[in-house]
C-alpha cells in the first residue's frame, strides 16, 4: 500500500439489517466530518439469516418466528424507527411482505463494484425494502435497482439465473465470521481497525482518523 492511496473502510453488512441502513447514514456523516482525508469504500457481505429459503419467507411467518409475533416485533423496532428517523430514514415495516435471503442482493452488490457504484447500489436496495417494502426476491425488482444507479441491467439479468459470483459471495461470508464479525454493520478501517455497530459519527470520524495519522509509513 502506497502512503497516497486512499485510506479503505470495509462496510460488512446485510441489506435486510435496518441498523446497517442506519450506520450508512452515520458513516456519511462522518465522512464530512473529515473532508481532508481521502477514502474508498468497499461494501462486503454477511447474512443475518442464510437459512432462509432463497425464495424468502413470509413476513408474519418471520416476525412470529424471530420476535414471538407482531406486537413484540413492533416493540423490538422502535429504537429502530427513532433512530431512523434522527438519520432521515422513514422506515416503513410495515410494508414489508417478505423477509429475504439476500444472496442475490450481495451478488448484485459485488457486480456494482465494477461500476463504482456500490454505496449507490446498496442505498437503493436499503431503500426498497424499507421504505417501499419491495421483495428482494424478486430478479426483476434487482434488474430496475440495477438499471436505476446506472448499471447494465441486461447483463444482471443475464446473470441473475446464473451461479455467476456466489462461491466469491460464500467465501467473503465465511471470511467475514472467520475474522470476528458476529453482528453488522461493521466498519473495517484500513484492515487494522474494526468498528462493530452503527456508532455516532464522531466515533466512526475519530477511528477514521486514527488510522489515517497511524497508518504505516505516516508522517503524522
Request: negative net charge.
Amino acid at each position: 500500500m502506497e502512503e497516497g492511496d486512499p485510506l479503505r473502510i470495509d462496510i460488512v453488512s446485510d441489506v435486510m439489517c435496518p441498523w446497517c441502513y442506519i450506520g450508512k447514514r452515520r458513516l456519511e456523516k462522518a465522512l464530512a466530518e473529515v473532508p481532508d482525508i481521502a477514502v474508498s469504500l468497499r461494501w462486503m457481505p454477511f447474512q443475518l439469516d442464510e437459512t432462509l429459503p432463497p425464495e424468502g419467507k413470509d413476513r408474519a411467518q418471520y416476525l412470529n418466528e424471530k420476535f414471538g409475533g407482531a406486537e413484540r416485533a413492533e416493540a423490538a423496532y422502535e429504537p429502530v424507527r427513532a433512530a431512523g428517523a434522527a438519520e432521515d430514514i422513514p422506515f416503513a415495516f410495515d410494508r414489508i411482505r417478505k423477509s429475504p435471503n439476500t444472496l442475490d442482493c450481495h451478488r448484485l452488490i459485488l457486480w456494482s463494484r465494477a461500476e463504482n457504484a456500490q454505496s449507490e447500489m446498496a442505498e437503493r436496495l436499503f431503500q426498497l425494502y424499507f421504505v417501499e417494502g419491495a421483495d428482494l426476491t424478486d430478479p426483476e425488482t434487482l434488474i430496475q435497482a440495477a438499471d436505476d444507479v446506472g448499471m447494465m441491467s441486461d447483463l444482471v439479468a443475464e446473470l441473475l439465473p446464473t451461479d455467476s459470483d456466489k462461491d466469491k459471495v460464500q467465501r467473503d461470508l465465511d471470511n467475514a465470521r472467520a475474522i470476528g464479525v458476529s453482528g453488522v454493520p461493521c466498519f473495517i478501517i484500513d484492515e487494522r481497525f474494526m468498528v462493530m455497530g452503527a456508532e455516532a459519527p464522531e466515533t466512526l470520524a475519530a477511528a477514521i482518523r486514527h488510522a489515517h495519522e497511524t497508518r504505516p509509513g505516516s508522517d503524522t
